[in-house]
């Protein structure tokens, strides 16, 4: 069973700060891509950042040089650290994790998993 658990969302005024942690745990053998994902209300969810194993990242134009992408990787951690908030980044925000995982026999799967969101609210 793996697991992505997220924290740090919450309320901040605009041009504040934030920043989000994803662990992933369970029986994970590697993780390739991990990152974040974000839905406001009445629309799709859409990709904000992407890391790769080896650290090349990836932002959605309306985050660039705002939101920073990072991982841990001993600690199959991921981080977005959110700056210069505004009103449009109001949404829910979900980690996602590329990994290979093991059961109880040892076999492996490829597979992605989904945190549970945490709220990220920005008042202008």
Same mark, same amino acid.
């Given at each position: ?37 974000? /839905? ?5 969810? +859409?990709?904000? !950042? %992407? ?9 959605? &134009? @309306? ?17 977005? /650290? ?5 009103? +449009?980044?109001? !949404? %829910? ?9 093991? &059961? @109880? ?20």
């Amino acid at each position: 069973q793996v697991q992505l658990v997220e924290s740090g969302g919450g309320l901040v005024q605009a041009g504040g700060s934030l920043r989000l942690s994803c662990a992933a745990s369970g029986r994970i053998l590697s993780i390739n891509d991990m990152g974040w994902f974000r /839905q406001a209300p009445g629309k799709e969810r +859409e990709l904000v !950042a %992407v890391i790769t194993s080896g650290g090349t990242t990836n932002y959605a &134009d @309306s985050v660039k040089g705002r939101f920073t992408i990072s991982r841990d990787n001993a600690e199959n951690t991921v981080y977005l /650290q959110m700056d210069s908030l505004k009103p +449009e980044d109001t !949404a %829910v925000y979900y980690c996602n994790a590329d990994l290979i995982s093991y &059961d @109880s026999s040892y076999i492996s799967t490829r597979d992605s998993y989904w945190g549970q969101g945490t709220q990220v609210t920005v008042s202008s």
